[in-house]
């Protein structure tokens, strides 16, 4: 039997038979009704891994230029049914898998290294249970793309922007980001009291990976245990959250082409697509700018975002300010939040009046400690895969 399988399938992704990476010298093998290119479209792309594509005018993915070789045979002719498939110089491989293995690391910095500085940033706390939360922030995460996904299929939402966009376009595309942060609100209320619940309290027994999901819904439904009076209604929150997400989003996304674009532009020399180095960390780095500028921009706004998310929730925390001595021992002070905003508004102007300019940026010391940890791992990623392309190139 025929094999059904498009012959451009090559286990990291699929790509179609128009994109640079597969010429002429990779036809399809088979005639007839299998050389249909509709057949072409039934392996779907899955998600790239940050760093494995490239911002670049000529389409989504990173351009690879890599030696192409001809079809042996006579024009139009197809390829024999037994004739060895062809394959990537070794060259080629490595500069592949470099990329995927730069895009693993990113993805691990972001969501493992980095979450000990989220935590401090959201509370200031000691060193201890650091990646408290970790689990729910990946059921965020989870309950985001999942949600912009669903929505955009059912709305004419864009959910990527092409690279010549309309304004009609770009407004429907911050509105989707700001539709979604809607959608997962209860979710992130529910994992950020997870994140700053102190671990005395915690009750090990009875707590596990979903309860975020399960509080979550009930502050939703509102059911489960009672909270205090001065819990805000989500309704609340829906302009704070879908604001902070679609501000933090443009910024970003523009300090990142903006990167991009200097970097481009202060080249002597053409980059070089093959070239790991050229090829993916200009991104990798544009992005972790963008992130830093837009983080530090609307860290008032978060700070605002997150004390109107605790309020009323019973939330006990560790104390900021050292230690108190029980008994015969030192015990960390604990101490419940109690707060009584009545909005965004009267948030931000009684931080202001009471805690005066400075009151905005607390924490964000380990903001800094954050993007200096991912900068400093990028940068010494980028230094190995250096030598190991000077390893292979003089092997």
């Known amino acids: 039997m025929a094999s059904r399988r498009p012959d451009s399938f090559d286990g990291l992704g699929y790509r179609g038979r128009e994109e640079p990476l597969y010429g002429s010298g990779f036809p399809l093998r088979g005639t007839g009704a299998f050389a249909d290119p509709q057949l072409q479209q039934w392996v779907t792309t899955p998600p790239d891994i940050p760093g494995s594509r490239n911002l670049h005018p ?5 351009p690879f230029d890599g030696p192409q070789t001809e079809p042996r045979g ?20 490595v500069n592949r898998f470099a990329g995927f293995g730069i895009g693993l690391v990113s993805l691990f910095t972001e969501n493992v290294l980095s979450h000990p500085c989220i935590v401090f940033r959201r509370q200031c706390q000691g060193v201890k249970a650091l990646w408290k939360g970790m689990g729910s922030t990946f059921i965020v995460h989870g309950v985001t793309l ?26 429907g595309h911050l509105l989707l980001k700001g539709l979604t942060a809607v959608v997962v609100l209860p979710f992130y ?53 879908a604001l902070h997400a679609i501000l933090r989003y443009a910024m970003s ?8 674009w200097f970097y481009q ?6 980059p070089e697509p093959s070239n790991p180095l050229d090829a993916y960390f200009p991104e990798l780095v544009a992005a972790w700018a963008g992130s830093l500028v837009a983080d530090v921009a609307l860290f008032p706004l978060e700070t605002a975002l997150h004390r109107l998310s605790l309020q009323g929730t019973r939330t006990i925390i560790d104390a900021t300010d050292g ?12 101490l419940p939040v109690n707060t009584q905003y ?22 964000s010391g380990a903001l800094v400690a954050q993007y200096t940890l991912h900068g400093a791992l990028l940068a010494a990623a980028r230094m190995l895969l250096r030598v190991m392309l000077l390893d292979t190139r003089t092997g």
């Open 58 to 62: 000529g389409g989504d993915r990173t």
């Open 74 to 93: 006579p024009p139009g002719a197809a390829a024999d049914w037994g004739a060895p498939p062809a394959s990537f110089p070794p060259t080629d491989q």
């Open 146 to 171: 999942g949600a912009e996904g669903i929505i955009s299929e059912f709305t004419p939402l864009p959910r990527e922007l092409p690279h010549r966009w309309s304004w009609k376009e770009l407004a």
């Open 189 to 241: 209320c529910a994992s950020l009291v997870e994140t700053v619940q102190s671990e005395i309290v915690r009750d090990e027994s009875a707590s596990g990976l979903l309860d975020c999901v399960r509080e979550g819904l009930a502050r939703l439904l509102h059911v489960g245990a009672p909270h205090s009076r001065r819990l805000l209604p989500l309704s609340c929150l829906l302009l704070p959250a």
């Open 253 to 260: 996304t523009t300090v990142q082409q903006v990167a991009l």
């Open 265 to 270: 532009r202060g080249r002597k020399q053409r």
């Open 323 to 334: 230690v108190v001595a029980t008994g015969a021992g030192a015990s960390p002070l604990v």
């Open 342 to 363: 009545d909005g965004l508004s009267d948030c931000l102007h009684t931080i202001r009046r009471k805690e005066g300019g400075a009151g905005y940026y607390r924490g």
